[in-house]
């Protein structure tokens, strides 16, 4: 048998195992990808499209919400009135202790005019209203004259918050605005009040108005020379909707919250954000009034909501208690 030998450049016949190779490979590359492909489950368009984001939430409440202003004064008897002498001389007697209390007309100390040379009747001051003694200047042995106050009389049982308000407040300050008054002596319970006097100027120095309070006084609890906090409540509103104010989101002119709504294509199973826009009225203690564009009830987005857009889905992690209705 005759082979007949055929005389090929050594290039070529690499070039030509070279291209066998590659078609070979090429081959058996599309056989795998299609056997993957075969084994591996579709994912469905929806699932792999759409990001789920995880968010917290609270619900609107309809309840009161105050505006206020926060000082602090101390509480003072509403009425004080001095006692004097009506001559001068030295203190011979004192018949009252601070804390004490008298009637009208009852005998507070005995002065002695004498002069060298000279005796006199001993003078009795008098309480000239009945009360509380508050302070008792007078000492035996002490020389007074009529100007000195011999004690100081509480009378009855009223107390006053003594306040300096700010310029700034000056316009909010009316006759009669409610207050809530707190004391660390007794820490947990709230005390009420309201404006009973606001002077007539404003300290040049400090560029405050003084203002009075007066003191409710259940169980005689308070006294005279305590420290007080105090909201004077200068706007109050009943009925309203509120919410955390971390809950609105303010962007290129808009505020809106996202409400959390069902999926209307899954709705057991999934929630959506719905974007609302809203009017919002004060802002007390992070708590904000929505004036429109929110009901009662509704569960809205606390936390995570920054992300959210228009109609995405949402996965509740935590649901946080609604507020305090008062």
């Known amino acids: 048998m005759y082979i007949k030998k055929i005389d090929m450049p050594l290039e ?37 499209q759409t990001p789920v984001f995880a968010v917290n939430t609270t619900t ?12 602090s004064g101390d509480i003072i008897a509403g009425t004080q009135v001095d006692a004097f002498s009506d001559a001068a001389g030295k203190v011979a007697a004192v018949y009252v202790v601070v804390g004490q209390r008298v009637n009208r007309g009852e005998r507070i100390a005995a002065i002695d005019p004498s002069r060298p040379g000279m005796e006199f009747n001993w003078g009795i001051v008098t309480a000239p209203i009945g009360g509380t003694i508050v302070s008792l200047p007078a000492q035996v042995g002490m020389t007074i004259s009529q100007a000195v106050p011999l004690a100081r009389i509480a009378g009855g049982n009223a107390l006053e918050l003594r306040l300096y308000v700010a310029e700034r407040f000056i316009s909010k300050m009316v006759m009669n ?37 007066n003191v409710s006084n259940p ?26 104010a971390s809950a609105v989101i303010s962007r290129f002119g808009e505020q809106y919250v996202y409400v959390v709504e069902k999926d209307p294509e899954n709705p057991e199973e999934q929630n959506i954000a719905k974007k609302r826009i809203v009017i919002p009225g004060i802002l007390v203690d992070g708590v904000l009034e929505i004036q429109s564009g929110l009901e009662p009830d509704e569960e809205v987005a606390v936390r995570g909501q920054t992300l959210l857009e228009d109609g995405a889905r949402i996965n509740v992690i935590e649901r946080f208690a609604p507020l305090n209705a008062n």
């Open 219 to 244: 169980g005689s609890k308070l006294k005279a020379g305590m420290f007080a906090k105090v909201r004077i409540i200068t706007e109050q509103k009943d009925n309203i909707v509120k919410i955390p």
């Open 177 to 213: 605005l409610p207050c809530e008054i707190t004391l660390d002596a007794w820490p947990g319970e709230v005390f009420r009040g309201s404006i009973s006097e606001l002077a007539p100027t404003v300290d040049p120095a400090s560029r405050t108005m003084e203002v009075k309070v």
């Open 12 to 48: 070529k016949v690499l070039l030509l195992l070279l291209t066998v190779f590659m078609l070979t490979s090429c081959e058996r590359i599309k056989e795998w990808r299609e056997k993957r492909n075969s084994e591996t489950p579709k994912e469905t368009p929806a699932a792999a």
């Open 60 to 71: 609107a409440v309809k309840g009161q919400i105050s505006d206020y202003i926060p000082l």
